[in-house]
């Protein structure tokens, strides 16, 4: 069935729509969470550590929302502060030295924007992220699972491999902010959405991701296993391939890519 980018929109944040946690307890074996930026604090909206992707070592990085109230507020409603992109760098630093590829799974409305996360250096904690991603010494795949919200979704994004969920969105920012600004009516977002061209289909065609995850019918959490199974053959014919070239020849694709972009 033909979504409109608007239901995309509703569907991608839907509560029940499968979590970050949940790909990795599915598709990796072993997970150890790590915390801390080792500079200011634990941020719960960006979960990372080390698993297994079937016998390979990898880091994984995901942004995590909750499954009620509850869980949404002690995750921050899966909006990082600046200390939660720092321990992602953090962890993707510590996979280049040891070879561990990179796993990201983005879902975010975007990063945090209060008073305390502009003061510890949200710009700069971003914009360290996408400096070293560009250049980072080891494989780099990254997944957009439900809402990639602005720049708090690009700091996970510089890879060499970039995918969406079908029903998943991408853009600059949400369709509510971009009608404020745009329209000067925040009541326009669904005409919004349909301007930003946020969709996956959208977002392949402009080259700007390197393929559409496809969901069941209704979306990802009506059939799991389904969307992981997808998710997991990805993951390992990328990293075979990622894997077989030189970290030289890796590097300038990638920064080649986003030139291009």
Same mark, same amino acid.
């Given at each position: 069935?033909? !979504? ?7 569907? *991608?944040?839907?509560?029940?729509? +499968? ?6 307890? !599915? ?5 150890? $969470? ?15 550590? !080390? *698993? &297994?992707?079937?016998?390979? +070592? ?19 409603? =899966? ?18 030295? &040891? /070879?561990?590829?990179?796993?990201? &799974?983005?879902?975010? +409305?975007? *990063?945090?924007?209060?008073i305390g996360a502009e003061e510890r250096g949200q710009?700069? *904690? ?21 809402? @990639?919200?602005? @720049?708090?979704?690009?700091? !996970? ?18 369709? $509510?902010?971009?009608? =404020? ?8 977002? $669904? ?22 995850? =496809? /969901? +069941?019918? @209704?979306?990802?959490?009506n059939d799991f296993g389904y969307v992981t199974g ?5 993951? @390992? ?11 030289? /020849?890796?590097? $300038? ?8 972009i």
């Amino acid at each position: 069935m033909d !979504l409109t980018p608007w239901e995309k929109v509703k569907l *991608a944040r839907m509560p029940i729509r +499968p979590t970050g946690l949940d790909y990795i307890d !599915l598709i990796f074996k072993g997970f150890v $969470e790590l915390h801390g930026d080792r500079l200011y604090s634990e941020d719960r909206a960006i979960v990372g550590g !080390l *698993a &297994f992707f079937d016998d390979i +070592p990898v880091t994984i990085i995901a942004q995590q929302k909750g499954r009620n109230t509850k869980e949404n507020i002690s995750r921050n409603f =899966s909006m990082p502060h600046p200390e939660g992109y720092r321990k992602a760098i953090r962890l993707m630093k510590q996979a280049e030295k &040891f /070879e561990r590829p990179v796993i990201c &799974f983005i879902d975010t +409305p975007g *990063a945090f924007c209060g008073i305390g996360a502009e003061e510890r250096g949200q710009g700069e *904690a971003i914009a360290t992220n996408l400096a070293e991603m560009m250049l980072l010494r080891t494989p780099i795949i990254s997944v957009v699972i439900s809402e @990639g919200g602005s @720049g708090g979704a690009l700091a !996970l994004g510089v890879a060499d491999k970039v995918y969406m969920l079908e029903n998943a969105i991408y853009s600059i920012l949400s369709p $509510e902010g971009f009608a =404020s600004i745009l329209y000067k009516d925040s009541t326009k977002a $669904e005409a919004a959405a349909n301007d930003m061209r946020l969709t996956a289909q959208d977002l392949y065609q402009f080259s700007i991701i390197d393929g559409i995850i =496809s /969901e +069941p019918p @209704g979306g990802a959490h009506n059939d799991f296993g389904y969307v992981t199974g997808q998710v997991k053959d990805v993951i @390992g014919a990328d990293l075979k391939e990622l894997m077989s070239i030189s970290i030289s /020849e890796m590097i $300038e694709k990638r920064y080649k890519k986003y030139r291009n972009i």
